[in-house]
């Protein structure tokens, strides 16, 4: 515009700070703002509140702080948006204290709304016991302030209360809602559905859900809904309710989430039914959705789980050759199956693939490769394996020297059980309750045996 000789006026560069925060290009949209106040542009309280907005958005919560000071300090009143915008990113990042302290000088000059409650109460149940605080807070709001609670402040309690385990709690707050004439929507009866299934209390779930689905209208279940269900009667090894939940979903036009089927595949592993868990892995494919790798790490865990050691094999292999970037997680769950199944050639050659890949392995790897090399007598491998934990940066911890030492209690091998245990006392580690049973046991079948009762007084 400048080019043609006229002049972009503050509200034309107010809309373009506006699309740049949206955008989440908050360093474009601060260097436009700089830019403006440089070439004399009086930037108002709209200008700064876009600012505080985005960079809250983007978990700038110190920068949005600043923003704010910046309007104090140039005349420019903050509005309650624009606080209750900085009270929101702040409580989501757990900094209720802070948030807390912007609330008192807030109320100094601007009047709390119960957007600004909504976001501390929040802040305050999403903590470990927050919600006494919330409660308290809750009727101040309403009792001292007067002003009336909206369906997301009733929703964060009964949430808050069901995470707590106190769901009859929530039950009450739903009766007050109701009564005070505000309409449950569907995130509050999925708290509620959620807090019944954490208690495994699936009959009442379901007596929460039934109500949804005849009883409330526009309030009808969503993917979250049967998500939680089917999660609850896996969980209460119900898996063929939980399938037909999902086929119950999907006549009603719901697309089942990479969650649901993550969720179904868990519970039939859960169930010893590894076979059916694969064939949901590759049907979720059919249907849309890409296995993600927690996906992917539950079915494999699940076939190794069973011995079906050649399933899970087959299938890392199909994992693999489609392209999937694989975690160190996965890995750890094939090499220790295949340890565990006898394979420990298939397991160094994966390690081995594992670190061509540039992986960094991490303790538990080299756990797992120590027991299954103790597990067949290779103890000077583990050993070796044990020394080079140190030389990778990845120092032993208490659990590698416990596995260790398991299999030189096996091998009888007092001479190394002593030098491992002074090793382990020098670096503060405990024997753990398999080590002590392995201890108590080679004690009782070796009474006469001064060397071995020797060793445990070093």
């Given at each position: 515009?400048?080019?043609?000789?006229?002049?972009?006026?503050?509200?034309?560069?107010?809309?373009?700070?506006?699309?740049?925060?949206?955008?989440?290009?908050?360093?474009?949209?601060?260097w436009l703002v700089e830019k403006m106040e440089a070439l004399g542009y009086q930037c108002n309280s709209r200008t700064y509140g876009e600012l505080v907005n985005g960079l809250c958005k983007i978990g700038d919560t110190s920068?949005?702080?600043?923003?704010?000071?910046?309007?104090?300090?140039?005349?420019?009143?903050?509005?309650?948006?624009?606080?209750?915008?900085?009270?929101?990113?702040l409580c989501k990042r757990g900094l209720v204290n802070?948030?807390?302290?912007?609330?008192?000088?807030?109320?100094?000059?601007?009047?709390?709304?119960?957007?600004?409650?909504?976001?501390?109460?929040?802040?305050?149940c999403d903590g470990f016991?927050?919600?006494?605080e919330g409660v308290v807070l809750f009727n101040e709001m309403v009792v001292e302030k007067g002003i009336a609670p909206d369906v997301q402040t009733f929703s964060i309690l009964v949430d808050g209360f069901c995470k707590e385990g106190l769901v009859l709690w929530a039950e009450n707050v739903l009766g007050f809602m109701v009564r005070t004439g505000v309409q449950p929507n569907v995130v509050t009866y999925n708290s509620l559905i959620g807090g019944?299934?954490?208690r495994n209390w699936m009959e009442e779930a379901m007596r929460v859900f039934e109500l949804m689905d005849s009883e409330r209208e526009g309030c009808l279940p969503s993917v979250v809904t049967y998500n939680l269900l089917i999660h609850g009667w896996c969980r209460v090894k119900e898996v063929d309710v939980a399938m037909s939940l999902m086929g119950e979903m999907m006549g009603k036009g719901l697309d089942p989430d990479v969650v649901t089927w993550t969720?179904?595949?868990?519970?039939?592993?859960?169930?010893r039914k590894p076979l059916a868990a694969k064939e949901l892995f590759f049907n979720m494919k059919k249907h849309g959705q890409v296995p993600n790798l927690h996906t992917c790490a539950v079915v494999l865990d699940g076939l190794f789980k069973c011995w079906l050691d050649s399933e899970a094999v087959s299938l890392f292999t199909a994992m693999e050759k489609s392209g999937v970037?694989?975690?160190?997680?996965?890995?750890?769950?094939m090499l220790d199956g295949m340890c565990k199944a006898g394979k420990l050639d298939d397991a160094r050659e994966l390690l081995c693939r594992v670190l061509d890949k540039g992986l960094a392995i991490d303790t538990y790897t080299y756990n797992i490769m120590i027991k299954g090399l103790c597990k067949e007598g290779l103890l000077d491998d583990a050993e070796e394996l044990l020394g080079k934990m140190e030389e990778d940066g990845?120092?032993?911890?208490?659990?590698?020297?416990?596995?260790?030492?398991?299999?030189?209690?096996?091998?009888?091998?007092?001479?190394?059980?002593?030098?491992?245990?002074?090793?382990?006392?020098?670096k503060g580690f405990r024997v753990d309750a398999v080590t002590t049973e392995f201890i108590t046991r080679f004690l009782y079948a070796n009474k006469g045996d001064n060397a071995f009762q020797d060793m445990l007084f070093i």
């Open positions: 515009m400048t080019k043609t000789g006229v002049e972009p006026t503050l509200v034309t560069l107010n809309t373009i700070v506006n699309g740049l925060c949206i955008e989440g290009d908050m360093d474009r949209a601060l920068g949005a702080v600043e923003c704010l000071r910046k309007m104090v300090e140039r005349n420019l009143e903050p509005n309650v948006v624009v606080y209750n915008a900085i009270l929101d990113g802070e948030a807390f302290g912007l609330f008192r000088e807030m109320s100094a000059t601007v009047v709390p709304n119960v957007v600004s409650y909504n976001c501390l109460i929040q802040g305050l016991g927050g919600w006494r019944y299934c954490l969720t179904l595949i868990c519970g039939f592993c859960e169930v970037d694989l975690d160190i997680v996965i890995y750890n769950i990845c120092p032993p911890n208490k659990s590698s020297y416990n596995v260790f030492l398991q299999g030189l209690l096996r091998k009888y091998d007092i001479s190394r059980c002593r030098k491992y245990l002074q090793i382990m006392k020098g």
